[in-house]
Nanobody, 119 residues
Framework: QVQLVESGGGLVQAGGSLRLSCAAS????????MGWYRQAPGKQRELVAA???????NYADSTKGRFTISRDTAKNTVYLQMNSLEPEDTAVYYCNAAVVRNGDVLNYWGKGTLVTVSS
């Protein structure tokens, strides 16, 4: 089991920045992939950014160059730095931990944090 707690959401004007944090209940080295997803009203949940236990990063096309995923292994925390925010970035942002066990992928989710970008 992995518990995830997000923080850092809020209201920001377009062009502004926010940093989200996701604290995990266990070493993030034991988690194969940690990622940030978001879900806007009426839309499906989508991947925003992810980082593997080896440090490889992946981003959605819509966030490349604006968002950065990073981690602090000593704090078992993953961050999402969001710059040049746009109203289209408004969504609930969820932290995800994907753990591979015996060939199965176990997904754990945080409760989400709301990001609202005003125009």
């Amino acid at each position: 089991q992995v518990q995830l707690v997000e923080s850092g959401g809020g209201l920001v004007q377009a062009g502004g920045s926010l940093r989200l944090s996701c604290a995990a209940s266990k070493s993030i080295f034991s988690i194969n992939v940690m990622g940030w997803y978001r879900q806007a009203p009426g839309k499906q949940r989508e991947l925003v950014a992810a980082i593997t236990s080896g440090g490889t990063r992946n981003y959605a096309d819509s966030t490349k160059g604006r968002f950065t995923i990073s981690r602090d292994t000593a704090k078992n925390t993953v961050y999402l730095q969001m710059n040049s925010l746009e109203p289209e970035d408004t969504a609930v942002y969820y932290c995800n931990a994907a753990v591979v066990r015996n060939g199965d992928v176990l997904n754990y989710w945080g409760k989400g944090t709301l990001v609202t970008v005003s125009s």
